[in-house]
């Protein structure tokens, strides 16, 4: 009773109220359901996200086959421009093209001076045409032997030659009797 005088008359009751009582255990059985749910809903948002994770990747593939070929098309064009520009740029093409316009190649140049605008030098342009394209190989005499002519009578029907004797000819084209 002293902790009764102690403590003020409002919270008599509220002691009253707070003393703890046994109370029987009640058994509920908890539902299932949303525990399953939660299960199958991660399962489906994986396979979900695989799924998308697997065409993107597929449509990635394709993007780089596609920029792949078409690099290799430019650099095949790129290739073909090179040897277009090398070919324009060829000193016989160029030649070829100044002598179709009437231009000749100068003999020395003249210069000019423009303090005073007096001409050192004479200038002149030669007539006679470039030669654009070397001349051909001209063949070794060793390659290129002059012929060896070797002249056989006719033969008439009888087998004999129309001098009347057989014989055959040497290396200098000179009759040998037999």
Do not use: H, W
Not at 42 to 57: A, I, Q
Not at 110 to 133: D, Q, Y
Not at 144 to 155: E, G
Not at 168 to 178: E, F, I, L, M, P
């Amino acid at each position: 009773m002293q902790i009764r005088s102690r403590i003020p008359r409002f919270a008599e009751e509220a002691i009253d109220r707070a003393r703890l009582t046994v109370v029987p255990r009640r058994r509920t059985a908890t539902s299932r359901a949303p525990f399953l749910a939660l299960v199958s809903m991660v399962l489906l948002g994986g396979v979900v996200g695989l799924l998308l994770f697997n065409t993107s990747m597929q449509q990635a593939s394709f993007a780089t086959t596609a920029l792949e070929q078409q690099s290799t098309r430019l650099a095949a064009r790129e290739q073909s421009l090179s040897m277009d520009l090398d070919r324009l740029r060829d000193p016989q093409r160029i030649a070829g093209a100044a002598l179709r316009l009437g231009m000749v190649q100068a003999c020395s140049p003249a210069f000019l001076k423009l303090g005073t605008g007096k001409v050192t030098g004479a200038p002149c342009a030669e007539s006679t045409p470039l030669r654009i394209n070397e001349r051909p190989p001209v063949k070794p005499a060793s390659l290129d032997p002059k012929p060896n002519y070797v002249r056989v009578p006719a033969a008439n029907s009888t087998g004999d030659t129309a001098a009347g004797n057989t014989g055959r000819a040497d290396r200098d084209g000179k009759k040998k009797n037999r």
